[in-house]
């Protein structure tokens, strides 16, 4: 079993910032990519941001230029660093990774997600 917990959603300041981060625990082999995921209110999940174990990174077109993912494999960890947030920013984020256990079983894994609020 592969468990994600994540951590630093909060309200926010239309222009403001926050940090999100993720950490992998359990029976880990392998993290092949990691990403973080949202949902509004109504809506479906949509990508916000993936990146590999190469460090490879994609991006959701309406988060360009103001998030940043990153990664500390050493830690099993990633961030999301989130800029110049909008109102349209506010769901809940989740985060997901992929990979393999140590008993090579693949695995895609979800955590519970964090509130981001963004409003004045």
């Known amino acids: 079993q592969v468990q994600l917990v994540e951590s630093g959603g909060g309200l926010v300041q239309p222009g403001g910032s926050l940090r999100l981060s993720c950490a992998a625990s359990g029976s880990i082999f392998s993290i092949n990519a990691m990403g973080w995921y949202r949902q509004a209110p109504g809506e479906e999940r949509e990508l916000v941001a993936t990146?590999?174990?190469?460090?490879?990174?994609n991006y959701a077109d309406s988060v360009k230029g103001r998030f940043t993912i990153s990664r500390d494999n050493a830690k099993n960890t990633v961030y999301l660093q989130m800029n110049s947030l909008k109102p349209e920013d506010t769901a809940v984020y989740y985060c997901n990774a992929e990979g393999r256990t140590r008993m090579r079983q693949s695995y895609n894994a979800w955590g519970q997600g964090t509130q981001v609020t963004v409003s004045s």
């Open positions: 990146i590999t174990s190469g460090d490879s990174t």
